[in-house]
């Protein structure tokens, strides 16, 4: 039985920063961010967004291309930026997009991973139960304080998929390489708002983890990294990516892959799926029938590294178009305004736009309310 992706969608905040405007008030030199870490822009996030709204966002666009939406019993959201230890972030997305009651639904965290290994429980899930369908949602935003060296990674985003049986975009193959080892390179302890990193260590077990999966995976698949035609990186910033490919696929360009990520920043659990989408949309061949690896990689650590082919008539899924003209639709925002958010003291959630139509109303006693704005 063929399993695998049958619609995918992704959304990021309204807002973003210019890296060259944060070169230029951070006083260096912009090719520090451009050439060394392959960005360009960063999304921010303003009181009325999180990963819930960009979230539901990405999940009403799947919506629209989804039949049999009764069939979905099973909504995993996967993130590191949860802001409740008890309750599940995917409750709001189940209650926004009308799913039935007797739906599962649950958060999944293994920080940047998670959505990886919500695509394999997914497929798990439709293989013990064919007419199920399943919603997978990543979303994430991430920040780190002014001046530090993580500074312009932040960003964040979403990406919203259905896993099925007979999938229009991607059949998810069998074989898979994984590797799980503690390492302390990145965390967050519980009373900490911003995540504590090693950048070198992360970026050494990024790639030391990439060699071990991918060893495994052509082993139990029989396979040459030829077999291959193209790979998707967890991006943290372009620059780590291309580093991967370089390590491993020297053959291979991945220039595709990056598009949207380099002007969107970390978006952690969602990067790996955004980078696919970029891809499908920014390839200029026809992928039908290619081999897509994917590299998954999660601080801490767990790697996975998995692929899956391109069904025959993908195009007619795709939105290209309509992510081009969310992404070039946003708004830019000035260094004091980006700084002010960064204090937290833009608190006003009624003065911003959003990108989709679900907003952060309020928080009232210690609960978060949204609302549809339209």
């Known amino acids: ?164 049986k007979n999938p229009r975009i991607l059949e998810v193959e069998s074989h898979f390489g994984v590797h799980t080892e503690d390492v302390m390179d990145f965390w967050r302890p519980i009373h900490l708002k911003e995540a504590l990193f090693d950048g070198k260590l992360s970026a050494h077990n990024y790639l030391k983890s990439l060699d071990i999966c991918v060893k495994i995976y052509l082993e139990k698949a029989n396979r040459t990294i030829s077999d291959i035609d193209h790979v998707c990186f967890h991006a943290p910033f372009g620059k780590m990516a291309q580093k991967a490919n370089n390590h491993l696929f020297k053959c291979k360009s991945i220039n595709e892959t990056l598009v949207y990520n380099s002007i969107i920043g970390n978006s952690c659990s969602a990067s790996l799926f955004i980078c696919f989408i970029s891809l499908l949309d920014n390839f200029s061949a026809n992928l039908a029938g290619n081999r897509i690896g994917f590299y998954s990689y999660g601080s801490g650590s767990v790697a996975e590294f998995f692929s899956g082919i391109v069904a025959k008539n993908y195009q007619k899924m795709l939105r290209a178009e309509n992510n ?35 907003v952060l109303h309020d928080i009232t006693n210690n609960k978060r309310i949204y609302r549809s704005a339209t």
Do not use: W
């Not at 969608?9 to 090719?31: G, I, M």
């Not at 959505?115 to 899930?125: E, G």
């Not at 260094?335 to 833009?346: H, W």
């Open 324 to 358: 081009r003209a969310m992404l070039s639709n946003r708004h830019e925002i000035s260094f004091i305004e980006y700084e002010l958010l960064c204090d937290g003291k833009l608190q006003d959630f009624h003065c911003y736009e959003n990108m989709g139509n679900t």
């Open 1 to 164: 039985m063929r399993i695998g992706i049958d619609a995918i969608a992704f959304s990021t905040s309204k807002y973003f920063l210019s890296l060259e405007t944060l070169a230029q008030h951070r006083r260096v030199d912009y090719a520090k961010y451009c050439l060394g870490i392959g960005q360009t822009k960063m999304s921010v996030f303003p009181p009325n967004e999180d990963i819930v709204t960009i979230a539901v966002d990405a999940a009403q666009k799947v919506m629209l291309q989804t039949e049999d939406r009764d069939k979905i019993d099973l909504l995993i959201f996967a993130t590191e930026s949860a802001f409740d230890l008890s309750k599940s972030a995917g409750i709001y997305v189940h209650n926004f997009l009308g799913l039935r009651k007797d739906c599962r639904v649950f958060d999944l965290k293994q920080a940047c991973y998670s959505a990886a290994a919500a695509l394999q429980m997914a497929k798990s899930h439709v293989t013990a139960n064919p007419d199920s369908k399943v919603f997978v949602i990543g979303s994430d935003t991430i920040k780190y304080s002014p001046g530090t060296s993580g500074e312009a990674t932040q960003g964040g985003g979403a990406v919203a998929f259905i896993v099925s």
